[in-house]
C-alpha cells in the first residue's frame, strides 16, 4: 500500500471505481508529464449533490455552505479516482497537483465560491501534503449538469 | 490530401478561413508540443448562433436542444480551423486532442449541458478517430460573448 | 531594471506585494517551462471592483463598461505581480503569455464580454509586446468570488 493510499485510508476514503466514459469524451488524457483529468461532479455513494446557491446561502446558517463544500470534497474524490486510474494504479506517482478549476451553481448574490470550493482543495492537500497544493480558479457557474452543486477539474503532474 | 482532411471532406465540412484576429489576443498560443486554442463561438456560414437556455429546453422537444449541439458542432469546426493553421496546414500533424472546455449560455434549470457539448465532442471523434477523444469540462454560463448559444476552448497536442 | 520593469514604470504600474495564500491553495505552480497562475480578482490600492452587469450595461453610455475594463486590467497586474514571483522577480524571463481565461460576473443579456477582458489582454501587450499576444476564453459567470466584477487567470511560458 502506498503512503498516499494509506492517508487516502486514514481519511475513510474509498475511492470509487470510475464509471466507465459513455461519450466520446474520456475521463483524461496524459500528454508529457501533465494529466488532465475531465470535469468530475459532486457525486458520492449517497447519489448527487444537486443544488443551485443564492445570496441567501451566504451567512452560513442556511447548512447549505457545509453541504456545498461537501460536494466539492466529492468532486475531489472522483478526480482522485481518475487520477488514480491515469496512474496505473499508484497515487504514490503524483509529483504535484498543479492547477484545479472550481464551478459553483449558483446566483449573483452568492460571494463565499473560495470557500466551497476550498472542500476539494483541502483534501488534495490532506492526501499529498505540499504536493497537493495547486493553483486554482473559482467561479460561479448559472447551471452545471444535471443540476450538480459543484464541478471540478484538474490538471496534475505524474512521474 | 491527408487522411484528416479526406475525412473532413467526406463529412461535408468545408474549414472555414480563420478571421484575423482584432484584439491583442491570438487564435492560438504553442508552447512545446501543447497548442492552446481560443475559445470559439458558434458562428458558421448562416452567421452567429445566438440564445439562452432555459430548464423549458430540457425536454428536447422544443428544437433547442438539436440546435445546441449543433451551436457546439460549428465551435468545433472553428477550432480545427485554427488548429490547422497551428499546424501549418496540415492537420495530420494531430497527436491527440487533450482537453476542451464547452461553455453553454444558460440558466439554472437546464441540465442537459453535456448533450449539448457532445455536439463539439462527437465531431473531434468522428474526424481524428481515438486520438480526438478528450477530457473535458462543460459548464453553463450566464452570458457568453455577443450572446451565442456556446463557446468551446481547445488544448492539442501536435507533432 | 529589466525592460518589463522600466515598461511597467513608463505605465506607472507600481504591481502590489502579493499577499500570502490563506488557504491550501497557492498563487501559482510552475511545471517545466509553464507557470500556472490562480485565479486573480479585480483588487487594487482602491479596494476590490464588485458588481454584476447586466443588458443595460452593453451600451457603454452607464460608464459600466469602463469600470469593468478598469476591473480586468487590476488582475492582470495581479497576475503579473503574482508572475514576478514565480520568475523569482525578473519578469525578463516571460517567454510567451500563453492563455487567458477571462470571467465577467454577469447576466444573460450582457453581451460585451470581449470588450471586458480586452481591459486584461492589453496589458499584456503593452508590457511585453508580441510576447504579450496569447490565447484566451472570456465567458460569463453568474457570480464570482465576493463579488468582484471580473477574475482573469494564466499560464506562462518562462525560461
Redesign the interface.
Known sequence: MSQVDAKLASLGIDLPTPAAPV???????Q????V????QVAVGPDGMVTG?LTGGDNDGTSGTLAKAQGAARLCAINLLAQLKVACGGDLGRVV??????G?????????Q??EVV?GA??L??EVFGDA????????????????VMV?V?G?F?IS
Do not use: M, Q, W
Not at 23 to 29: I, Q
Not at 31 to 34: R, Y
Not at 132 to 147: C, D, K, Q, T, Y
Open positions: 461519450a466520446n469524451y474520456v475521463p483524461f488524457v500528454t508529457g508529464n501533465l488532465f483529468v475531465s470535469g443551485h504535484r497537483v498543479v492547477k484545479l478549476n464551478f459553483v451553481n449558483c446566483s449573483d448574490g452568492f460571494a465560491i473560495p476550498n482543495s483541502d488534495f492537500v497537493g497544493r495547486h493553483a486554482r480558479a473559482a467561479v460561479g457557474s448559472s447551471s452545471l449538469p444535471r443540476g464541478e477539474e490538471v503532474e
